[in-house]
């Protein structure tokens, strides 16, 4: 089998770098490739975080190509994954992956000239280290140095502070007690303990609010009496679990505890992660929540009657297909629920879930728009030439 590459669904600059680089990861697998127009290649590159890139992948997908998603994600929904930025060793690696799955194996070689530069390199390296090599210092030299520092006199304590009148206390107020506390309640001044209390934040109750940036830290193990073993890496915002989310949906019920978090051992967690599967990204777990916390209806605080747009292109999930057609229907521009709906023959909740989705992982904004400016109308001039022969 011939194998084949074309690039499609991407800006000039970004075409032309990945050319220079399949050109370096070609020559390392011995010019085994070749790269043509995308029409006539065996497998394409699409950059899936272009805006018509995922269009493009899905027009090569219905057609049964095979595809290589270029992407700054760390996954995609694509059958391989070109990770952004990359260089002529990652093509070549990606290449030879390519070629292993049509039956053809490829061994990669190093660029031209790294042995040679390496080798007249080595000798180079020992003679300059030879040329800068310090002098030994001297003993009687550190010696010297030694005595200074101990007949050096000793630091002049400070004289105390002039004693001031004392000034009357301010009323005093309690502040319920927090974790870092340890369960004592602490008097402060009533301003400061009521800027404490407002400032507080809200906390954690359901999974959703424990998955927020700041509300675990470390290495934490969740589970439920049925299901899969959640490994959470909060400091890394990474976590290790199952690939398919629906069977997740019944995490995100019902109120939690720190309790409910099991921190994990250095020992264990190497272990125990490597039968759950490979490092996921968090934002996963929160966009499940979102999508599962309005229930068909937006959040709280958000305007039922108010415009959203998609601040880039997401991460669509397979197991929810009618996400790709909203996430299309937003990318054209700021829109209502309703009008999204229209747009994209989906059902309001369904967009309103999706929305929701988004928001909590950055994806989406509502857009505020500005009040259009009034203009005054142009006052014409009193004094102008037909005033002045009126006045004749």
């Known amino acids: 089998m011939s194998l084949t590459l074309g690039l499609t669904g991407m800006d000039p600059a970004t075409e032309t770098a990945l050319k220079a680089a399949f050109d370096d990861g070609n020559a390392r697998l011995g010019g085994a490739w070749r790269l043509l127009p995308e029409a006539e290649a065996d497998h394409v590159v699409v950059d899936m975080d272009s805006m018509y890139g995922p269009m493009s992948w899905l027009r090569l997908h219905a057609a049964g190509r095979h595809v290589i998603g270029l992407t700054s994600a760390a996954r995609s929904q694509t059958e391989f994954r070109l990770g952004r930025p990359f260089d002529g060793a990652q093509v070549a690696e990606l290449l030879a992956e390519v070629a292993r799955s049509v039956g053809v194996e ?11 530069a390496a080798a007249n390199a080595a000798p180079a390296a020992a003679e300059q280290h030879e040329a800068v090599a310090p002098a030994p210092v001297a003993a009687n030299a550190m010696s010297a140095a030694l005595d200074a520092v101990e007949a050096a006199p000793p630091p002049v304590a400070p004289a105390p502070p002039a004693a001031v009148a004392a000034l009357p206390e301010p ?6 007690p927090d974790e870092d506390s340890g369960g004592t309640v602490e008097m402060l001044p009533v301003e400061e303990a009521e800027e404490l209390i407002e400032e507080a934040p809200p906390v954690p109750d359901d999974l959703a609010a424990w998955l927020r940036p700041g509300a675990l ?12 073993t959640l490994f959470i890496d909060a400091d890394n915002d990474r976590w290790h679990g199952p690939t398919p989310l629906n069977p997740l949906a019944g995490y995100f019920e019902g109120a939690l505890e720190a309790s409910d978090f099991a921190p994990v051992d250095a020992a264990t967690w190497a272990r125990e992660t490597a039968a759950a599967g490979a490092p996921q990204p968090l934002a996963r777990l929160r966009w499940l929540g979102g999508l599962l916390a309005g229930g068909g209806a937006l959040l709280p605080g958000e305007d039922p009657a108010g415009r959203f747009a998609l601040t880039k292109w997401p991460q669509t999930e397979r197991e929810y297909p009618r996400h790709f057609r909203i996430a299309t229907a937003m990318m054209k521009g700021p829109a209502t629920v309703a009008e999204i709906a229209e747009a994209s023959g989906i059902p309001e ?4 879930d999706f929305i929701n989705a988004n928001l909590a992982t950055g994806y989406a904004e509502a857009v505020v728009e500005a009040p259009p400016v009034v203009e005054e109308p142009v006052k014409a001039r009193a004094g102008g030439l037909l005033g002045r022969l009126r006045n004749r």
Do not use: E
């Open 171 to 176: 009323p005093m107020q309690a502040v319920p």
């Open 349 to 352: 909740a369904d967009v309103a």
């Open 106 to 116: 490829l061994a990669a070689t190093p660029a031209p000239g790294i042995g040679s």
């Open 217 to 228: 830290s470390g290495r934490v193990r969740f589970r439920r009496a049925s299901g899969p």
